[in-house]
């Protein structure tokens, strides 16, 4: 069983829709026990990140994804919920993340080029910076589908892969057990339904 977890922040229809695709027995739960009671775990994630980390801390599901993370549980991150898995984030002053990952989420204006627009929406390649499970079934510079302002930097023990937008920003993440996507594998035709049936299997 895969359990989305719902803290009241995320596209959780296209998920679901994308995993009963692929025939993975899921859910969508705000319930510790069910969260706990499951083999995986995906943490999605669209807005800003002060408001999410505050509504994940106020349902205390934030101690559930650092226990059962911590425990060796598979967790995936995707989007913003990919930035939460950090230290911290400077979106709108500095918030601190679920530290399951060292690293920090800075803001895309001023550190790309002026004429680029911000956010960054749309296809992009991804190039593999380390093998990763995760990404077994892709091939390097195969494209999905990204929307975000804000970015992970200083991640390098985590970083599988980037995408180029006026500089290389941090596309997928994983340490052990714990990974993440900027992108939005769920948007992201064959490429992203590849990198889902992955994180699924049991062999991950």
């Known amino acids: 069983m895969i359990a989305v977890v719902d803290y009241g922040v995320g596209n959780l229809f296209s998920l679901r829709?994308?995993?009963?695709?692929?025939?993975?027995?899921?859910?969508?739960?705000?319930?510790?026990?069910?969260?706990r009671a499951a083999d995986r775990l995906i943490l999605p994630g669209v807005g800003a990140f002060g408001d999410a980390a505050e509504k994940l801390r106020a349902s205390g599901l934030d101690r559930v994804v650092?226990?059962?993370?911590?425990?060796?549980?598979?967790?995936?991150?995707?989007?913003?919920?990919?930035?939460?898995?950090?230290?911290?984030?400077?979106?709108?002053?500095?918030?601190?993340?679920?530290?399951?990952?060292?690293?920090?989420?800075?803001?895309?204006?001023?550190?790309?080029?002026?004429?680029?627009?911000i956010p960054h929406i749309g296809?992009?390649?991804?190039?593999?910076?380390?093998?990763?499970?995760?990404?077994?079934?892709?091939?390097?510079?195969?494209?999905?589908?990204?929307?975000?302002?804000?970015?992970?930097?200083?991640?390098?023990?985590?970083?599988?892969a980037t995408a180029e937008y006026g500089r290389e920003l941090t596309a997928v993440v994983q340490k052990g057990n714990v990974m993440g996507c900027q992108f939005h594998p769920e948007k992201s035709g064959d490429v992203g339904l590849r990198i889902l049936r992955a994180f699924c299997e049991e062999s991950l």
């Open 123 to 160: 296809w992009n390649a991804l190039h593999i910076v380390k093998p990763s499970p995760l990404l077994r079934r892709v091939r390097e510079g195969e494209c999905v589908y990204f929307v975000h302002s804000f970015y992970a930097e200083d991640c390098a023990d985590s970083l599988i």
């Open 17 to 35: 829709s994308s995993l009963r695709f692929l025939g993975a027995e899921s859910c969508v739960s705000a319930d510790a026990a069910t969260l």
């Open 66 to 117: 650092i226990e059962e993370a911590e425990r060796g549980k598979p967790l995936l991150g995707i989007c913003l919920g990919m930035q939460l898995l950090f230290e911290k984030s400077e979106e709108y002053g500095e918030h601190a993340g679920l530290g399951l990952l060292h690293g920090r989420v800075v803001g895309m204006e001023g550190r790309l080029p002026p004429q680029l627009k």
